[in-house]
């Protein structure tokens, strides 16, 4: 018998789906007899249904909708993308008088949700915000984990690592598919993320001021955008012939991006796990990237990567200015990348095939 499985999440969708989302939902579909319930927009898709993207708009609606959805559709498991949604299913199932399990996906530290986005006042929210993840984690019937990481942010709050821990699939055929081309000449290293303080962007801007200094030819281009817009605004003006800004590329771009640059560069603070790595490292790139989060389970020091503790802006510094300096490094840990991105590859059937053993596992009692 095939599982009736509703996922529910935050993130934006916008229908039709873009071919590289529509190849995730049609393998789930193939496993699953599926709904989404999700923030975003559009129509033409019965499997989804849609609330609106503004968060003032989507969390109170969100219990409700829930709550419908659990009455009609009867799925035998939830999906909840992240503790904070799982808390509004716990709410909805007594209300819709459903025996569904409940997994509750975690992709990285929802502390982030107010320390690492937007503007400082967020903090303010933090006591409430950890205590409802927490709750949210705590009250899964099961948990799914992206990482070594999370599966440990899974631990703290529940005693038990994740029930099971694999990444969530991302399309990255155009960054795979294209073969290689040499590390340019160029000293130039490339940025790709949020704009955001989780991102540790002022760190960045800070590092590539002395970058500067000790190799003058150097280029950095950032593609991005979010609320610490203003500090790479500043850094543009202050080294123009030395920073590029991209607010968005799309995938093609950016694997371009990837290919004219010795290196990518993640300051971040813990990441869940780092897609952008593997994007990079599919390309043949290296990374200069904190040793924390889930960037650890993808990179190790010295053979694909360069690995600095996190807020160490003199190690970032001399990071950088190592595969800047030495071509040939560059070169020898992007080739190793490229190794290390086959181990990762991951189609839209083996993420399928890796949800339906979970959700099969749940079914059994699996916790």
């Keep these: 018998m095939t599982p009736r499985v509703l996922f529910v999440g935050r993130s934006r969708l916008n229908l039709p789906l873009q071919p590289w989302l529509a190849k995730k939902w049609d393998a789930l579909s193939a496993v699953f007899d599926l709904r989404v319930l999700n923030a975003g927009e559009g129509t033409g898709d019965e499997r ?11 969390y109170p609606r969100l219990p409700f909708a ?15 993308s992240d503790p904070f949604v799982g808390v509004a299913v716990r709410a909805a ?17 929802p502390r982030t949700f107010t320390r690492g986005y937007g503007s400082p006042s967020r903090r303010l929210l933090a006591p409430l915000a950890d205590a409802t993840a927490r709750a949210g ?18 631990q703290d709050a529940r005693g038990v690592p994740a029930t099971a821990c694999f990444p969530t699939y991302s399309d990255l055929e155009v960054f795979a598919e294209p073969p290689p081309v040499p590390v340019p000449d160029e000293q130039h290293i490339v940025f790709v993320g949020a704009l955001e303080a989780y991102k540790n962007i002022d760190l960045l801007a800070a590092a590539w001021r ?32 030395n920073v590029r800004h991209e607010p968005l590329l799309p995938p093609g771009a950016v694997a371009a991006e990837l290919d004219a640059a010795r290196a990518l560069v993640l300051p971040s603070w813990p990441e869940g796990l780092g897609r952008v790595v593997l994007e990079a490292f599919a390309r043949g790139r290296t990374v200069v990237a904190t040793e924390a989060g889930g960037i650890v389970d993808i990179v190790t020091d010295g053979r694909d990567g360069l690995l600095v503790p996190p807020g ?56």
């Design 93 to 109: 199932r007594p209300v819709a008088r459903s025996t569904a399990k409940l997994v509750v996906e975690v992709h990285g530290d």
């Design 210 to 241: 002395e970058v500067v200094r000790r190799v003058p030819g150097a280029r950095l281009t950032i593609v991005g955008s979010g609320s610490r817009l203003s500090v790479v605004e500043r850094l543009v003006a202050d080294l123009p012939d």
């Design 66 to 80: 829930v709550a419908r959805e659990l009455r009609v559709f009867r799925p035998d498991v939830v999906i909840s």
């Design 48 to 58: 989804f249904v849609l609330l609106p993207p503004a968060a003032a708009a989507f």
């Design 312 to 367: 160490d802006e003199p190690a970032l510094v001399d990071g950088v200015v190592r595969v800047l300096e030495d071509r040939e490094l560059a070169s020898r840990l992007g080739a190793a990348a490229r190794e290390t991105y086959r181990e990762w590859h991951q189609t839209a059937g083996d993420f399928a095939a890796a949800y339906r053993s979970l959700v099969e596992r749940v079914l059994a009692g699996a916790a």
């Design 137 to 154: 984690i705590r009250g899964a019937d099961a948990t799914r984990a992206l990482s070594t990481f999370t599966s440990s942010v899974v």
